[in-house]
T-cell receptor, first 115, second 113 residues
């Protein structure tokens, strides 16, 4: 079974709508990273969360990590076609700070935004 | 600023042929380096990571190998490609023991025919 589960697998929304993507871990996270990927391209770093209850925002994207550090959500407000792509959560399960940055990724969420 | 370069962008190779993908990082020293593979199912799987020159750790058994001949150079190789080696290969770098974000290259689309 996957250590990191993302939901939904795909999402189609109308421009201007809000949406949420979830990432759930079977273990406590040392760090949680959100990335965006355009098809056939590299990953673009969005945000990193490390503390229980932490919340970060960048433009119209907000990411949260729950108090238990096992679940994160990515929320996009007033979506635009430029938000379309694959969103991936990556987990650092290192715990003691010696993971050397190795990440375990979820399967990704394909977001389509219709104008 | 730091940059990461990965090439080639696309590659079509016959089964049984060798492989060499190269990744270089600029603007930083002693980075941690990683090779990931993204198969059709979209998830990324860590293949190798390196914390220093000549130091390679393999995460999954496979037909591939990695080398780090210089501080900021990471190479993914195979002596004989299999059909199952097809996929999207991504190189990445980060700093420190963990707790910092990784930055990715643009990827190489490998098709083994």
């Amino acid at each position: 079974s996957q250590e990191l589960e993302q939901s939904p697998q795909s999402l189609i929304v109308q421009e201007g709508k809000n949406l949420t993507i979830n990432c759930t871990s079977s273990k406590t996270l040392y760090g949680l990273y959100w990335y965006k990927q355009k098809y056939g391209e590299g990953l673009i770093f969005l945000m990193m969360l490390q503390k229980g209850g932490e919340e970060k925002s960048h433009e119209k994207i907000t990411a949260k990590l729950d108090e238990k550090k096992q679940q994160s959500s990515l929320h996009i407000t007033a979506s635009q076609p430029s938000h379309a792509g694959i969103y991936l959560c990556g987990a650092d399960f290192g715990g003691s700070g010696t993971s050397y940055g190795k990440l375990t990724f979820g399967q990704g969420t394909i977001l389509t935004v219709h104008p | 600023s730091q940059t990461i370069h990965q090439w080639p962008a696309t590659l079509v190779q016959p089964v049984g042929s060798p492989l060499s993908l190269e990744c270089t990082v600029e603007g930083t020293s002693n980075p941690n380096l990683y090779w990931y593979r993204q198969a059709a199912g979209r998830g990324l799987q860590l293949l190798f990571y390196s914390v220093g020159i000549g130091q390679i750790s393999s995460e999954v058994p496979q037909n591939l190998s990695a080398s780090r001949p210089q501080d900021r150079q990471f190479i993914l190789s195979s002596k004989k490609l299999l059909l199952s080696d097809s996929g999207f290969y991504l190189c990445a770098w980060s700093k420190g023991l963990g707790g910092t974000e990784a930055f990715f290259g643009q990827g190489t689309r490998l098709t083994v025919v």
